[in-house]
Protein backbone atom coordinates (compact mmCIF):
# COMPACT_ATOMS: atom_id res chain seq x y z
CA UNK A 1 0.00 0.00 0.00
CA UNK A 2 0.92 3.62 -0.56
CA UNK A 3 -0.13 6.79 0.80
CA UNK A 4 0.38 9.51 -1.34
CA UNK A 5 0.02 13.08 0.34
CA UNK A 6 -0.34 16.34 -1.77
CA UNK A 7 -1.66 19.85 -1.36
CA UNK A 8 -5.04 18.85 -2.06
CA UNK A 9 -5.60 15.59 -1.46
CA UNK A 10 -4.45 12.48 -0.43
CA UNK A 11 -4.18 9.57 -2.27
CA UNK A 12 -4.58 5.55 -1.06
CA UNK A 13 -3.21 3.16 -3.10
CA UNK A 14 -3.63 -0.36 -2.54
CA UNK A 15 -2.46 -3.30 -4.67
CA UNK A 16 -5.18 -5.50 -6.35
CA UNK A 17 -8.74 -4.34 -7.57
CA UNK A 18 -11.65 -4.94 -5.85
CA UNK A 19 -12.39 -8.74 -4.94
CA UNK A 20 -14.74 -11.38 -5.88
CA UNK A 21 -18.30 -9.22 -7.03
CA UNK A 22 -17.39 -6.28 -5.16
CA UNK A 23 -18.19 -3.05 -6.66
CA UNK A 24 -17.85 0.73 -5.93
CA UNK A 25 -21.64 0.69 -5.62
CA UNK A 26 -21.74 -2.22 -3.14
CA UNK A 27 -19.22 -0.16 -0.61
CA UNK A 28 -21.46 2.58 -0.81
CA UNK A 29 -24.71 0.29 0.00
CA UNK A 30 -22.27 -0.63 2.98
CA UNK A 31 -21.73 -3.90 1.38
CA UNK A 32 -18.16 -5.16 2.29
CA UNK A 33 -15.83 -8.61 1.27
CA UNK A 34 -12.67 -9.69 3.56
CA UNK A 35 -9.60 -10.21 1.50
CA UNK A 36 -7.86 -12.37 4.08
CA UNK A 37 -9.95 -14.01 6.40
CA UNK A 38 -8.12 -15.59 8.29
CA UNK A 39 -6.28 -12.54 9.18
CA UNK A 40 -9.71 -10.58 10.15
CA UNK A 41 -10.35 -13.50 12.45
CA UNK A 42 -7.40 -12.87 14.68
CA UNK A 43 -7.99 -9.04 14.35
CA UNK A 44 -11.42 -9.65 15.53
CA UNK A 45 -10.47 -11.32 18.70
CA UNK A 46 -7.32 -9.04 19.81
CA UNK A 47 -8.49 -5.81 18.64
CA UNK A 48 -11.17 -3.69 20.40
CA UNK A 49 -12.78 -2.42 17.73
CA UNK A 50 -16.63 -4.37 16.41
CA UNK A 51 -17.04 -2.16 12.97
CA UNK A 52 -15.33 -4.53 10.53
CA UNK A 53 -15.88 -4.17 7.28
CA UNK A 54 -17.46 -0.73 7.85
CA UNK A 55 -14.88 1.61 7.61
CA UNK A 56 -14.98 3.05 3.93
CA UNK A 57 -18.62 3.62 4.33
CA UNK A 58 -18.27 5.85 7.91
CA UNK A 59 -15.79 7.35 6.39
CA UNK A 60 -17.41 8.41 3.44
CA UNK A 61 -20.57 9.23 5.73
CA UNK A 62 -18.01 11.46 7.55
CA UNK A 63 -16.29 13.40 4.40
CA UNK A 64 -18.62 12.66 1.30
CA UNK A 65 -15.24 14.11 -0.80
CA UNK A 66 -13.71 10.57 -1.18
CA UNK A 67 -13.13 8.99 -4.72
CA UNK A 68 -12.95 5.57 -5.07
CA UNK A 69 -11.52 3.81 -8.31
CA UNK A 70 -11.01 0.15 -8.63
CA UNK A 71 -8.67 0.38 -11.86
CA UNK A 72 -8.48 -3.55 -13.02
CA UNK A 73 -6.50 -2.84 -16.10
CA UNK A 74 -3.85 -1.09 -13.64
CA UNK A 75 -4.44 -3.63 -10.95
CA UNK A 76 -5.00 -1.19 -8.27
CA UNK A 77 -7.63 0.32 -5.63
CA UNK A 78 -7.21 3.70 -5.40
CA UNK A 79 -9.24 5.76 -3.04
CA UNK A 80 -9.19 9.89 -3.54
CA UNK A 81 -9.62 11.95 -0.41
CA UNK A 82 -10.09 15.83 -1.57
CA UNK A 83 -8.35 18.30 1.52
CA UNK A 84 -10.70 21.05 2.54
CA UNK A 85 -9.38 23.93 0.94
CA UNK A 86 -7.66 27.16 2.68
CA UNK A 87 -9.30 30.04 3.04
CA UNK A 88 -7.21 33.48 1.69
CA UNK A 89 -8.51 36.45 3.44
Known sequence: ??????????EIVSPGYLP???????????????RN???ASFAAKLLPYRGLGSGLLRALRAWPHIEL???RAGNMFKTIVARPQERVA
Open 1 to 10: MRVLVFADRV
Open 20 to 34: NNLTIENIKAGNSNM
Open 37 to 39: PIL
Open 69 to 71: IDD
